[in-house]
């Protein structure tokens, strides 16, 4: 555990303030995305992520001579890594407030169609990556599993596992720039949701099978979105904004003291290999648990009368996470090194140019049998989610269905819970793959028969009444 040595530091000079100096650095760059999204026509036009834009204006910052040491490229990774997780508490925390149109089974049909897309990314990037290996030695084998990482997780996931892959690369004799590799298909997973996904629907417009469908100017927030019922002050003892953070952190100091705890725990040889080294990585994961759980437990103390007043505010949580995941974007696009991409250019192009086309494939087709009322709308939510963020696709659901009439949204919040269920044996499988080369061949194959089930899950109906007419 980092410690401040109170004794040494001064606040008079430049060291007090370059760790705030870098916060700054992601806001301006924020702010100037948002300003090129706006103001730039084509821009606009594309649905590229603000936040995006920003990484890609510190990268190009970076490229000039003297200003790459000016980003400070650990500290971007740290906050890429928190962002994640305390963005996924602060959605934890709230409180599901969805009127729903979905019936439970299209939920878990759409959180198994998250979950085999992660699965079909990993192959297509674990064979492009172990025949790299195979014929030049290259790139690290099990590289192409950053691939759902950075296209289904986000940066903050493509980072947390590029370093562990790193690692392991390293003891394998493989110089592999991991976070790197995983930040960059990251970065690119939002332009192809945003682009790709812009380009299809144009071309649905122009065959007629879509109309553009205009968005109310006039999209303000409820004074219900505010403020819920029975709900502590603005302002009191203490600022309601406030109560939200700490609790928040409060959750997230949580999951320190569990991973710590684990940690120290012996768990034998694969809880030493495999679960330890990925542990740290799951952050995300056991702060959505602890979240959950802290949320039950105000609850309970709320209904045995310990507790009056409701302090979960779901609309300022949804601004704290919002505020964590444009960060974590900034950050994780800014902390590309482009001296180390240009050792792994060519087996990038390959992996994100055949994951871009599988996905768009495979969510395609599998969409059209699940959501049959309203297969684009299903689509484009999906694809938008499984290359970039939730996001991403809600942005490009809005193009098509801006008062979300069909069930598509609900669907796309409400599987959350499922995808992680049945996504965790591919996040098991993350950690086992890169000990060997022979662990890379086992994961195939597992993921092959893993995707095969989940598939013949969704299709079911189609594939059994298909049977009984033969």
Known sequence: MLLLDMSVMTFDGPEAWQWLVQFCILATALL????????????????????????????????????????????????????????????????????????????????????????????????????FFYFGRKLFYAAGLLLPMGFGQGPGQALNFGKIYTGWATQQGVDFAGADFGLSIAAMGFIVGSVVGVIYMNILRRKGILSRKKIADAQVNKLEDYEGEGEIPDAESIDKLSVQICMVLFVYFLVYLFTNWIQNMELGNFGTNTLKPMLWGFNFLIGTLFGILFKTVLKRFKKAKL??????????LNRISGFCFDIMIVAGTAAINFEEFGKFVLPFII??????????????????????????????????????????????????????????????????????????????????????????????????????????????????KRKKKE
Not at 94 to 115: D, H, Q, R, W
Request: glycine content about 8%; overall charge positive.
């Open 351 to 464: 992996i994100v140019t055949l994951g871009t086309v599988v996905t768009f494939a495979y969510v395609l087709f599998v969409s059209k049998h699940l959501y049959p009322n309203y297969k684009y709308e299903g689509f484009f939510s999906m694809f938008g989610m499984l290359t970039g963020t939730a996001s991403n696709g809600m942005i490009l659901l809005r193009e098509i269905d801006p008062k979300f009439e069909t069930p598509a949204a609900n669907n796309l919040v409400l599987q959350t819970l499922a995808a992680i269920v049945l996504g965790f044996p591919v996040l098991l499988l993350m950690g086992f793959a890169p000990q060997s080369l022979k662990a890379s061949w086992i994961t195939l194959g597992v993921l092959v028969v893993f995707w095969s089930v989940l598939t013949v899950f969704m299709l079911r109906t189609k594939i059994f």
């Open 307 to 316: 507790m009056s007043r409701e302090y979960i505010n779901n609309y300022m």
């Open 32 to 131: 100037l995305g948002n300003v090129l999204r706006t103001k730039v026509p084509f821009l606009n036009k594309s649905l590229l992520p603000s936040a995006l834009l920003g990484g890609l204006l510190l990268l190009i910052f970076k490229a000039f001579p003297n200003c790459q040491d000016f980003i400070n490229k650990p500290m971007m990774e740290i906050v890429t890594y928190h962002a994640l997780g305390l963005g996924f508490v602060a959605l934890a925390l709230k409180y599901n407030k969805i009127e729903s149109k979905s019936t439970p089974m299209k939920v878990i049909e759409t959180g198994a169609l998250t979950a085999s897309t992660y699965v079909i990314q990993g192959i297509v990037g674990l064979i492009v990556s172990i025949l």
